[in-house]
């Protein structure tokens, strides 16, 4: 099991220090709040929030800490971008009618 490797796990554990340090320094306290309350309840929209926040700290899109109410902004902008259409398709399927001849 490849995950199972220590220097895996080790890089793994380095990259979420990593996550942490720049979200701490991009958010305020509330705002950080919010996006763990959103991590337990969906995890791969945090996380699509997280990686969205940290391209932006990145490229110095962020000025100053984001707030509580601009983390609902861009939550809503994420839940724009990904918000999945449901379409319904019904598959008729053909029944073999006991009346047709077959050769």
Known sequence: DPSSDPSQQEAKQREAEIRNTILAQVLDQ???ARLSNLA??????AKAVENYLIQMARFGQLAGKVSEQGLIEILEKVSQQTEKKTTVKFNRRKVLDSDEEED
Do not use: S
Request: glycine share 0%.
């Open 30 to 32: 509330a705002a950080r």
């Open 40 to 45: 337990l309840v969906k995890p791969d929209k």
